[in-house]
């Protein structure tokens, strides 16, 4: 099956900064990578998302990009703000199934 | 939006708990994940027209149902400590719920945070 690995675990950033989380798949046919934001205690929420017929998209001061030769996709921040903290997942779709990564802790230090 | 009940339950090592989902409106399909603390969810099941039509690697104790109304339960049977951990359902259109085309349509709900003792 699928198996989706997120970097790094936790990731500290002063406010301002640029923050990017990594991650690679397993199976050549997953085709749609979303990326999760979940607060302490809360569902986890739709940040943005890239399908496999595109390399980057952008959403405000959110980005993904998506190399799938290497099978890795990134998710950057920039001009992060402190309600950025939260943990963050990526996920990879295929063969049916919503597979998630082991999560990152992003600390936006004021 | 999705909902889930209830959203705290205590229960002791060797009983059966069931958890409820219901649905978006105009959702079909209900997924259920299992989140254990400082994880990533793991995917348990997933239901279409009141059948399952896909399972991640979980065990029989862990089963579900769906009803007319497109709600779902997840039952588990003799928990075990490692059960202890957050649930949460999704649910999304047309039963081939992760096709590229409606995965965004993927709401999940609020949790319910099962502690076994």
């Known amino acids: 099956g699928e198996n989706v690995e997120q970097h790094p675990s936790t990731l500290s950033v002063q406010e301002g900064d640029s923050a990017v989380i990594k991650c690679t798949y397993s199976d050549s046919a997953s085709n749609y990578f979303p990326w999760y934001k979940q607060e302490l205690g809360k569902r986890p929420q739709l940040i943005i998302d890239?399908?496999?017929?595109?390399g980057e998209k952008k959403d405000q001061r959110i980005a993904v990009t998506l190399n799938k030769t290497a099978k890795h996709f990134s998710l950057h921040i920039t001009e992060t703000q402190p309600e950025d903290s939260a943990v963050y997942f990526c996920a990879a779709v295929g063969n049916e199934k919503l597979t998630f990564g082991t999560g990152t802790r992003l600390t936006i230090i004021p | 939006g999705v909902t889930q009940s209830p959203t705290h339950l205590i229960k002791t090592r060797g009983q059966q708990v069931t958890l409820r989902c219901s649905s978006q409106?105009?959702?079909?399909?209900v997924s259920w994940y299992q989140q254990a603390l400082g994880q990533g969810p793991q995917f348990i099941f997933q239901y279409y027209r009141e059948e399952e039509n896909g399972r991640g690697n979980f065990p029989p104790r862990f089963s579900g149902l769906q009803f007319p109304n497109d709600s779902s339960e997840l039952n588990v049977n003799a928990l075990e400590l490692d059960d202890s951990a957050l649930y949460l359902c999704?649910?999304?259109?047309?039963?081939?719920?992760?096709?590229?085309?409606?995965?965004?349509?993927?709401?999940f709900g609020s949790g319910t945070r099962l502690t076994v003792v």
């Open positions: 409106s105009g959702h079909n399909t």
């Open positions: 999704a649910s999304s259109q047309g039963g081939h719920a992760l096709s590229s085309t409606r995965v965004r349509g993927y709401t």
């Open positions: 890239i399908r496999s017929n595109v």
